[in-house]
T-cell receptor, first 116, second 111 residues
Framework: AQKVTQAQTEISVVEKEDVTLDCVYE???????LFWYKQPPSGELVFLIR??????QNEISGRYSWNFQKSTSSFNFTITASQVVDSAVYFC?????????????FGAGTRLFVKA | DAMVIQNPRYQVTQFGKPVTLSCSQT?????MYWYQQKSSQAPKLLFH???????NEADTPDNFQSRRPNTSFCFLDIRSPGLGDAAMYLC??????????FGPGTRLTVL
């Protein structure tokens, strides 16, 4: 069975603080895909990043960085110098390769509040 | 800009009165999805189209139907909305099993 766990329900930080959103996944597949999506108060989910299971290279995009570790089945997301506009719900997600690969397994989401 | 468009953004219907939500895309993606999202929950997949092939999730109620007349358009029909069907409905697209691009959603209210 596949599962995505985001243990942090809500996080509140003050602007300019760094914050890490945790994501732990479970899958028996050797090939799979991991994603992060952002859902701001407007409601539209926005794709942030995709990582393939065979690519453990970490990625940085501006203030955003992702740490993928297969050994611990984690795909954590760090926002450096957070801003009020980062306030949103963030979903970590998993897709399998092959049969059933169109279904995205979402975590429950982490709501991030960034206070000015 | 290439995008996913959903109409209407807000829909109010009466209990039991059929409603249709629409989604269009300019991304030319071959997969289209419909999700239901209730407050403070993750999106729940209702069904998806892979090209013309329709794939229903096992737990999607029969009350929900979908049509995809062409690559660009997809419709969600709710035949007899109940109070429990009030939610945000999200349309998304992807190229094969890649990342999904979501529309802004339609918020459905059932009176």
């Amino acid at each position: 069975a596949q599962k995505v766990t985001q243990a942090q329900t809500e996080i509140s930080v003050v602007e300019k603080e760094d914050v890490t959103l945790d994501c732990v996944y479970e899958t028996r597949d050797t090939t799979y895909y991991l994603f992060w999506y952002k859902q701001p108060p407007s409601g539209e989910l926005v794709f942030l990043i995709r990582r393939n299971s065979f690519d453990e290279q970490n990625e940085i995009s501006g203030r955003y960085s992702w740490n993928f570790q297969k050994s611990t089945s984690s795909f954590n997301f760090t926002i450096t110098a957070s801003q009020v506009v980062d306030s949103a719900v963030y979903f970590c997600a998993l897709k399998r390769d092959g049969t059933g690969g169109f279904k995205t397994i979402f975590g429950a989401g982490t709501r991030l509040f960034v206070k000015a | 800009d290439a995008m996913v468009i959903q109409n209407p953004r807000y829909q109010v219907t009466q209990f039991g009165k059929p409603v249709t939500l629409s989604c269009s895309q300019t991304l030319n993606h071959n997969v289209m999805y419909w999700y239901q999202q209730k407050s403070s929950q993750a999106p729940k997949l209702l069904f998806h189209y892979y090209d013309k092939d329709f794939n229903n999730e096992a737990d999607t109620p029969d009350n929900f139907q979908s049509r995809r007349p062409n690559t660009s358009f997809c419709f969600l029909d709710i035949r007899s909305p109940g109070l429990g069907d009030a939610a945000m409905y999200l349309c998304a697209t992807s190229r094969d099993r890649g990342e999904q691009f979501f529309g802004p959603g339609t918020r459905l209210t059932v009176l």
